[in-house]
C-alpha cells in the first residue's frame, strides 16, 4: 500500500542521512536524537513526559507487534517529537489492540520513520554522543541551511511546559496519607503506585511555592520525573530549598532527584548518550543486591560533589558506576534516578514506594504522638 511506502529521512546534525520510509505524519520534525533499548513498552515510552523535545529511536527491531490502546499511556498525550524504528508491525495480534503504530502517531501527530538501520545509529550515537537531528519526508533544498538549523535546536522551558497548571486530586477508598506530587512532567504509574498503597495524591504544578503546598496538609512529598536539562530549572530548585526544611518525608524520582540535588549545592552533568531503556542495572549499596530498572535521563548527578556528610549514595548504575540514589537522612529524604513505578517494568524497585510509606508512617506517628512507639 502507498501510504507504507512514502520516503522519510533522518539527518543527523553532522551531516549523516538516512533514508527510509514514512510511519505516522507527514513534515518535518527537529529533535535531540537519543535511543531507547526496551524491547516493550513502547506506547508508554511515546507518552512519557520525559522524552519531551527528543527524536526517540527504539533499538529492538521490530517495534508494535502487540498494537496501541487508549488505556496503556503515561500521560495524555505523545510527547515525542519524531519516532524512528527498524520495522513496525502493520498488523498487531493482541485482544486489547486499537491502532498499529502508523495509526497511532497519525492520531498524535508525530512523524516517524521505518526501515532505518538502527543498530548504525545507535553505534554512531554511542561514539559521538547524542547529537540533534530529523525526520522530514520531503528533503529540504538547502541542505546546508537546513542542517544549521539542526545544530541550533535546544530543548527550552521543558517543565513549564509539561507541567500542570492546576492542581489535581486522586483519592481512594480509606486514604490514609495525602501525597503532594510535583509535576514537572510525571507518569501515570507514580500516580497509580501510591494510589494503590493507599495514599490520596494531590498533583502540584512545578511552580506551586510552600505556603500553597503547606494549605494542602501533605504527609509526603513527590518529586516526578521530567525532561530537559535540570540546571534550567532555576524557580523549581529554589523552592525545593525551603520544601526540604518542613522535615516532610520526601521521595525524588528522575529529574525530581537531580533537582533535589541542585537545590542541596550538588553538582550535574550531561552524560555522553545517557540511559534510556528497561534493562539498566543498578546495585542497591543498602540491600547488597543489582536491580534491574528502566531508566530515561540524560543527565546525572556529578558523583564526586556529593559532600558526604549530607547525603551517602544509595544506588550505583553497574555499567558506568554513575550515581543512581542518594538518602537525606538528616533532611528525611531520598531519590533514586531510575524509575521505580516502570511500566511495562520491570518492577524490581517498587520496594522504594513502600519504604516511602513507611517514612510517612513513622513522620505522622511523631506528629500526633511527640514519639515514635
Known sequence: MKEY??????????GTLYEGYSV?????AVGEV?????????QETLTDPSYFGQLVMQTFPLIGNYGLNDHDTESSKCWTRGYIVREWCKEPSNFRSKYNIDEYLKKEGVIGISGVDTRAV????????????????????????????IKEYSITDAVPKVSVTDIYEYDVENSEYNVVLYDYGYKKNILRSLNKRGAKVTIVPYNTPVSKLMSLAPDGIMLSNG???PEDNDEAIEILKEVMELDLPILGICLGHQLFALANGIKTEKLKYGHRGANQPVLDKIKERVF???????????????????CQVSHINVNDGSCEGLIYEKKNAFTVQFHPEACAGPNDTQYLFDKFMDMMKTSKRRQNNGVEK
Open 5 to 14: 511506502e512514502d520516503k522519510a529521512y533522518l539527518i543527523l546534525a553532522d
Open 227 to 229: 525532561p530537559g536539562n
Open 122 to 149: 545507535t553505534k554512531k550515537l554511542r561514539e559521538c554522543g547524542t547529537m540533534n537531528g530529523a525526520i522530514c519526508t520531503r528533503l529540504p533544498g538547502n541542505i546546508g541551511q537546513f542542517l544549521d538549523e
Open 34 to 42: 537519543v535511543f531507547n533499548t526496551s524491547m516493550t513498552g513502547y
Open 24 to 28: 505516522g505524519a507527514k513534515g518535518t
Open 292 to 310: 534491574v530498572t528502566s531508566q530515561n535521563h540524560g543527565y546525572a548527578v556529578m558523583s564526586d560533589s556529593i559532600p558526604h556528610w549530607l
